[in-house]
């Protein structure tokens, strides 16, 4: 986890907005890892949240290939709508920080705003991809406590 990770999710967590990871796993259909260990990563990511004075309000993940044809795998929105059925969240209200294009597809077929950092993938696929993207992220920040101080900006 960057260093600075439970500070932009301490900043949510402090405006009252939910800090929710929605992430593609495909390492377990593909047999390169058993999902005991994502679920393993998860707990590890809430206690070093939480050991910082962080929380997310959850964590939803898709196990699945692209190819096989699921509605929850990124840029699908059904965890997404998982996520907003069970935390009672207006996906028009909303923002998805991500570091892929597939996060900014997510966004815009869910109806929400998106974000795209720089840092994991995000240098390498704004670089290479994005003039080829058929939609845009509504923001680009270096980080993710950039792009969560953006967010609260526009909630004002």
């Known amino acids: 986890m960057f260093p600075f990770a ?6 949510l967590n402090e405006a009252g907005l939910p800090a929710i990871v929605i992430t593609n ?4 259909a593909r047999g390169y890892f058993p999902e005991t260990l994502v679920l393993e990563v998860h707990a590890l990511m809430k206690r070093q ?9 959850g964590i939803y993940y898709c196990p699945h290939r692209s190819e096989d044809g699921c509605n929850c ?5 059904g965890l997404l709508e998982l996520a907003a059925k069970e935390h009672g969240l207006d996906l028009s209200r909303s923002t998805v920080i991500g570091d892929r294009y597939a996060d900014v597809e997510l966004a815009r077929r869910a109806g929400a705003r998106s974000v795209m950092v720089r840092t994991g993938y995000g240098e390498g696929e704004l670089e290479w991809h994005s003039p080829r993207w058929p939609s845009q992220p509504n923001y680009v920040a270096s980080t993710l406590i950039e792009a969560v101080d953006w967010i609260l900006r526009q909630s004002r």
Not at 73 to 77: G, H, M
């Open 6 to 11: 439970a500070a932009a999710v301490k900043n």
């Open 25 to 28: 796993q495909s390492g377990v």
């Open 49 to 57: 949240l939480e050991a910082q004075g962080a929380h997310l309000t």
């Open 73 to 77: 795998r990124k840029p699908k929105t």
